[in-house]
């Protein structure tokens, strides 16, 4: 009997000590609580990092490419080189052949020392049918700056007060 009775004992003891599943499953709760809510913490901040990066990326070009207005006629349309060149060119003759500017001013000089990227430019334009005396020429500009200091130079030497670029 000895034997019986530490038996039950034990097990009425462990029965007192063990917890039912129900009353478990909440001591760990905050524990397994915690978890989640930081990965979802984390979660949230590389989403919405991703979101905000999207915009900043995405604004922008929404915003600058709105449809431009309509050019109106100018004293002058200027082409400057660069690249796209010979878009850039195709569009200042289709806009002189609408007769959207008395003159087409070319800007861009030559980087090998050769015939410069205005002169270039002039040929294409002369070729095109447009009159040599409509064209003036900018041909010291080697970079955007140089283009738009000496085509300004060359507007006031003619007297040109409004340009299509």
């Given at each position: 009997m000895n034997r019986s009775a530490t038996r039950m004992a034990s097990a009425t003891t462990t029965q007192r000590t063990r917890r039912p599943a129900a009353v478990r499953g909440a001591a760990r709760t905050p524990r397994a609580a915690a978890r989640p809510s930081a990965l979802t913490f984390l979660l949230r901040v590389v989403i919405g990092?991703?979101?905000?990066?999207?915009?900043?990326?995405?604004?922008?070009?929404?915003?600058?490419?709105?449809?431009?207005?309509?050019?109106?006629?100018?004293?002058?349309?200027?082409v400057i080189s660069g690249d796209e060149q010979m878009a850039r060119c195709q569009e200042g003759l289709s806009l002189c052949q609408r007769g959207l500017g008395q003159y087409l001013v070319f800007s861009g000089a030559a980087y090998d020392n050769g015939t410069s990227n205005a002169d270039v430019m002039r040929g294409l334009a002369v070729k095109r049918g447009v009159p040599a005396a409509a064209i003036l020429e900018e041909s010291q500009g080697e970079d955007t700056w140089g283009n738009a200091v000496y085509t300004r130079q060359v507007l006031e030497d003619h007297g040109l007060h409004s340009a299509i670029l």
């Open positions: 990092a991703g979101l905000v990066t999207a915009i900043a990326l995405v604004a922008p070009g929404i915003v600058l490419d709105t449809p431009q207005p309509a050019p109106k006629a100018s004293d002058a349309i200027v």
